[in-house]
């Protein structure tokens, strides 16, 4: 067996030297939702301070699917050329990636970033520009291969300034999980949803009430309360995207250790949410 990983992560090495070509990950990842997700770790006056943590750095078994629809090494900033509204910077994503190649000896992963910041929950219904732009890359993203294992969420900051956009909430996230997985043909794709640590105006536990509430079978919800922001309130740190993946990786390799998905209620203790 020791034989057979070394000349499998040889053989990943290779191919990542050769730019990638001929590697097609196994286990696909969606990340999607808005500004937290495409990751404003280290963004400071608009730029990005190129601190790159050891959880989150490259590796030959991570990949990204870019804007092309093409696969590359995984890197930071990951949604750079995906929300080109604004700087990147570090997200959750990399360091999810790289602890769930470390704890279960994957392959390759492939990561599908989709998040844009500053978008409603609205704006990702069915019919909708980023929901298209979703759907399309998914679809994309395993055409040579692979399977998408789930959907990575971390949405619903600017819902928290109007309380119907807030009140809403619960309905509109469920008919997105429902759509989605009918399109992607995909009944029992797993969602993997972050409740908000932060929002951007009063009704942020409106919104953490209907993420908690959602009872759709195969979601999971990850509490990101109490994990540091930065000076703005609104957007974690470097260090906060780092803990955030790893709890994020611990979801999902809890979820496929047991052979099959259930719904972890966010208000019991992180320790217990995350124990596997």
């Not at 750095?57 to 080109?84: F, M, Q, T």
Request: charged share 20%.
């Amino acid at each position: 067996m020791a034989v057979m990983s070394a000349l499998s992560f040889f053989l990943c090495v290779l191919l990542a030297a050769r730019g990638g070509s001929g590697a097609v990950p196994e286990d696909i990842f969606v990340l999607a939702g808005q500004s937290n997700m495409a990751g404003r770790g280290g963004v400071i006056g608009g730029k990005w301070d190129g601190d790159v943590p050891p959880e989150c750095r490259p590796g030959p078994r991570v990949l990204r699917l870019s804007a092309k629809l093409e696969w590359e090494e995984a890197r930071e900033p990951l949604h750079a050329d995906i929300d080109v509204g604004k700087t990147c910077g570090v997200g959750p994503g990399m360091a999810f990636a790289n602890e769930v190649v470390k704890v279960s000896g994957a392959g390759f992963v492939g990561l599908v970033p989709c998040a844009v910041g500053g978008t409603k929950i609205g704006q990702w219904s069915r019919g909708s520009r980023l929901y298209n732009q979703l759907v399309q890359r998914a679809i994309r993203a395993t055409r040579d291969g692979g399977a998408i294992r789930a959907l990575l969420w971390y949405q619903g900051e600017s819902d928290t300034v109007r309380e119907e956009d807030a009140e809403a909430y619960k309905e509109q996230m469920e008919r997105f999980v429902m759509d989605l997985r009918s399109d992607l043909q995909l009944p029992s794709l797993l969602v993997i949803q972050v409740a908000l640590a932060s929002g951007e105006g009063k009704f942020t536990e409106k919104v953490r009430h209907a993420q908690m509430g959602i009872t759709l079978p195969n979601v999971k919800c990850v509490d990101a309360k109490g994990l540091r922001l930065k000076p703005d309130k609104l957007h974690l740190t470097t260090m906060s995207q780092v803990h955030l993946g790893i709890r994020l990786a611990r979801a999902y390799l809890a979820s496929t250790t047991t052979h099959h998905y259930q719904f972890i209620n966010c208000n019991i203790n992180h320790t217990q949410v995350l124990a596997s």
